[in-house]
């Protein structure tokens, strides 16, 4: 018996430590990364140039300000000459060197992305949106950056030995929550187009380091919440208490909007970081809210009303996006003040889509207040295969904000037709009421 329970003890152990590698996995993106391109393009005395490009590859998920921050860790006494396109947060320790300082010496240097409006001198291509990268459906033309920079060093340095894998940096890291990168591995090298596509050059040697996303490392706790109501029910669902916080919870602020905690928000703040949430006081205390609305029913169509509200007053939401799994998404017909687009992420199924703000009208979620919401309507025809409003079908199965799932109330909370307590109220009344009609009709009847 005492093996038994020590083996099972080795399992549980076993399993509780893989468990964190299917976190990275989203079934509705499953090759959704983020690609860090290691381009080696020249090989000189002692020096070498690089490319380094971030690719985000992932579908509606995207990067937020302050942005990314890249980092590694060298392997040798490299130093950074010069950079184009970037900058390291860090000069470092360069005191070894006399006449010419190197733009950075750390060991460990922190590369930044260039604000917009940088010098032209500074620029290169994908270069200088401030860290911010968009995903591949909202904008396809800006999920890419890149930077130039030669590296080399003052001591006997080898550049021929850079096309080495033991050369390449180590402890590849984006700075981005819940974010994990693994080792380069060697690919196949770059390939450039050039003089109109007539000419092609290629990198010396090329390496790519791969960072997945874990909504379970970015936070502890869920970030939204999902309420409900519908036209045939006054029962409005709310978020499920609990859902982010409990109130009153240490480690986490909320306000309500005459708080004198808001006053503190205009203070300067470490603009690398994001801000610490400070949240409206509620019975979930999350800093996204979105309701589903069951707004009309027509002969043919249906019709749903979104609201996505920004209950963080430390923080606007730029290029958000809400991605919602529902099975009559397939017959979705029109969409009113957001952008759309199917995820075909299950053959024909096709039950799965992402909505985005339009760009300067609402793709900015401003901070709790007055206008901290945005909201859109949903024409859906009315599928005979499956529509129906009954047992909750007409809510959705699943909701997520910036990639993150949001917490969902119980099915068996659901708003639910009136029918079903009509129902049960007329069988019981005729239950009673046809004995006592046959009753009357027999008294009746001997008179």
């Known amino acids: 018996m005492g093996l038994f329970l020590m083996l099972g003890s080795i399992m549980t152990w076993c399993l509780v430590g893989f468990t964190p590698l299917a976190y990275g996995y989203d079934p509705l993106d499953p090759n959704g990364n983020i690609t860090i391109k290691w381009d080696i393009m020249q090989i000189q005395d002692s020096s070498y140039n690089v490319k380094v490009s971030l690719f985000n590859y992932q579908l509606f998920r995207h990067m937020e ?3 990314w921050r890249l980092s590694w860790t060298w392997i040798g006494d490299e130093v950074i000459w010069s950079m184009v396109g970037a900058e390291a947060t860090l000069q470092g320790n360069c005191s070894r060197f006399r006449n010419n300082l190197p733009h950075s010496c750390e060991k460990q240097p922190v590369i930044v992305d260039l604000l917009p409006g940088a010098p032209y001198n500074m620029q290169t291509a994908n270069c200088c949106k401030g860290g911010v990268l968009s995903s591949m459906i909202q904008d396809p033309s800006k999920y890419g ?25 180590a402890n590849f890291t984006i700075e981005l929550p819940g974010y994990t990168c693994g080792p380069p591995l060697i690919v196949p090298p770059s390939r450039f187009p050039s003089d109109g596509g007539r000419r092609w050059t290629q990198a010396i040697g090329t390496w790519n380091v791969t960072c997945i996303y874990s909504q379970f490392r970015a936070s502890l706790s869920p970030k939204c919440c999902v309420s409900l109501s519908a036209f045939y029910n006054s029962t409005i669902v709310p978020c499920p208490i609990c859902s982010c916080h409990c109130p009153g919870s240490e480690g986490v602020r909320c306000a309500n909007s005459s708080s004198k905690m808001l006053p503190v928000l205009q203070l300067p ?15 979930h205390m999350c800093p996204i809210k979105v309701h589903w609305h069951v707004k009309q029913s027509y002969r043919e169509y249906w019709r749903v009303k979104v609201t996505i509200t920004n209950l963080n007053f430390a923080k606007n939401y730029s290029q958000w996006s809400l991605v919602m799994q529902h099975p009559n998404l397939r017959s979705l017909t029109q969409v009113f003040s957001f952008n759309y687009k199917p995820l075909d992420q299950h053959g024909p199924i ?80 005729t239950f009673w009421i046809i004995p006592c009609l046959l009753f009357l009709m027999f008294i009746l009847w001997q008179l």
């Open 269 to 283: 703040h470490d603009v690398t970081k994001e801000a610490r949430p400070l949240v409206s006081c509620s019975r």
């Open 65 to 67: 300000p302050p942005g």
């Open 350 to 429: 096709n039950d799965t889509g992402i909505f985005w703000g339009i760009q300067y009208y609402n793709d900015m979620l401003l901070q709790s207040g007055d206008e901290g919401y945005v909201q859109t309507e949903i024409l859906l025809n009315k599928d005979a295969e499956m529509f129906t409003f009954r047992e909750g079908w007409a809510f959705p199965r699943k909701i997520s904000f910036n990639g993150d799932e949001c917490v969902m109330p119980p099915p068996e909370d659901y708003p639910k037709l009136p029918n079903s307590a009509n129902t049960t109220s007329f069988f019981k009344f």
């Open 145 to 169: 950056a890149s930077f130039l920079m030669s590296v080399g060093a003052a001591s006997t340095f080898n550049a021929s030995n850079t096309t080495s894998s033991d050369t390449i940096p």
